[in-house]
């Protein structure tokens, strides 16, 4: 089964104390993960925030994006690109639910996220599900969603969550 993999750790936040200690390693090893399990590393696309650069690997194997809106919006450009019949996205870091607009959303912190009591920048995995959806039109293309994030419900957010 032909597959892609988006690995997410977000772990270094503009707010210091945000910050989420050792879950780009765990991003890091979902991806190794993947690729042991015989997923080209090509199609892998991994996305960490270091809280300390020194503990970012060198010469990873896979396609490396920023963990902010923009990265992000970029490795699922490339995930949609490709030919694929499964797309596994991994995602750790802060997130919450929005229960605006009478839905409930799940709202996932990008590394460009400020206090999330003031104006919060995240994307919605719902949007980012719609967004691979439609680039995968015409095909049969499965979407596993694993995410290890905060799931605090408010209605009372005023951030942005436009993905593209």
């Known amino acids: 089964m032909r597959t892609g993999v988006l690995a997410v750790g977000v772990e270094d936040y503009p707010v210091r104390m945000a910050s989420l200690r050792g879950v ?30 020194g503990e970012h690997p060198e010469d990873l194997p896979f396609r490396e994006y920023g963990t902010d809106l923009d ?11 490709l030919e694929i019949d499964i797309v596994l996205i991994y995602w750790v870091g802060h997130g919450l639910t929005d ?13 460009d996220a400020v206090d999330p009591r003031a104006s919060p920048q995240y994307v919605r995995l719902e949007e980012m599900e ?16 694993i995410v290890d994030a905060c799931a605090t419900s408010t209605s009372k957010i005023e951030g942005t969550y436009a993905l593209l």
Request: with cysteine.
């Open 24 to 53: 780009a390693g765990q991003a890091l090893r979902f991806a190794k993960w993947a690729a042991a399990a015989g997923v080209e590393p090509s199609n892998i696309a991994l996305a960490t925030s270091w809280m300390d650069e």
């Open 71 to 81: 990265g992000i919006r970029r490795a699922l450009e490339h995930l949609g690109g």
């Open 99 to 111: 229960s605006r607009e009478g839905r409930r959303y799940r709202c996932l912190f990008t590394s």
């Open 130 to 145: 719609a967004f691979l959806a439609n680039r995968y039109a015409g095909r049969s293309v499965s979407q596993v969603r």
